[in-house]
């Protein structure tokens, strides 16, 4: 089957213009990550769903970052007035478990923040 | 607070030549560890993970190590290949309710011929 995909690949907007990133994540998995990773950096967390559960939002670096999900299908990061400091790799993950299931990641959605 | 810090930043070395790269973590309670390959431009792929109990596990030419007590792990490549060139990266999760992830900075390994 297909595995996680995530739209569009790459991203170049304007400062303070919002963004949508989308990620379809596996059929039937109920955990769905997201996470960031800038230029030389590592990963770093920003937000988990699991099933219908309230998601862990603890990752996100500002009220201008939220996610969305549709029950297990697809996820919606949005960045708001976007800075040049979002400038990144979004990266979405999802697994058949939380815990210890193993994260299957997208290809990455590039955001380049004029 | 929790975190995981690895060992070296940055490693270069000859195609078929072995290497070992370290996590040491602060994370608590501990769930479990992860080891990430990621190559440029491409998403991370998990090469093994670790439990509490589990001291050795191994993928291939890749060999992960884990001890509890001093909170270090290893990942040790035998006779590395050019295409091991990418950045390695290990992320402990909590045994909290919320199953954090806490991440590495990566070791950016290159295999020259």
């Known amino acids: 089957g297909a595995g996680v995909s995530q739209s569009p690949s790459n991203k170049v907007t304007e400062k303070g213009k919002d963004v949508e990133l989308r990620c379809d994540p596996i059929s039937g998995h109920t955990a769905l990550y997201w996470y960031r990773q800038r230029l030389g950096q590592g990963l770093e967390f920003l937000i988990y769903?699991?099933?219908?559960?309230?998601?862990?939002k603890s990752g996100l670096p500002s009220d201008r970052f939220s996610a969305e999900r549709t029950g297990e299908s697809v996820s919606t990061l949005t960045i708001q007035r976007t800075q040049q400091e979002d400038s990144a790799v979004y990266l979405c993950a999802s697994s058949p478990q939380r815990g210890l299931g193993t994260q299957y990641f997208g290809p990455g959605t590039r955001l380049l923040v004029l | 607070k929790n975190q995981v810090e690895q060992s070296p930043q940055s490693l270069i070395i000859l195609e078929g030549k072995n290497c070992t790269l370290q996590?040491?973590?602060?994370?608590?309670?501990?769930?479990?560890l992860r080891w990430y390959k990621q190559d440029t431009g491409r998403g991370p792929v998990s090469l093994t993970i670790?439990?509490?109990?589990?001291n050795t596990k191994s993928n291939g030419r890749y060999t992960a190590t884990l001890d509890a007590d001093t909170k270090q792990s290893s990942l040790h490549i035998t006779a590395s290949q050019l295409s091991d060139s990418a950045s390695y990266i290990c992320v402990v999760t909590d045994n909290n309710a919320g199953n954090m992830l806490t991440f590495g900075g990566g070791t950016r390994l290159m295999v020259k011929p």
């Open positions: 996590c040491n973590y602060t994370v608590s309670p501990f769930s479990n």
């Open positions: 769903f699991q099933g219908n559960s309230a998601p862990d």
């Open positions: 670790m439990t509490f109990s589990e």
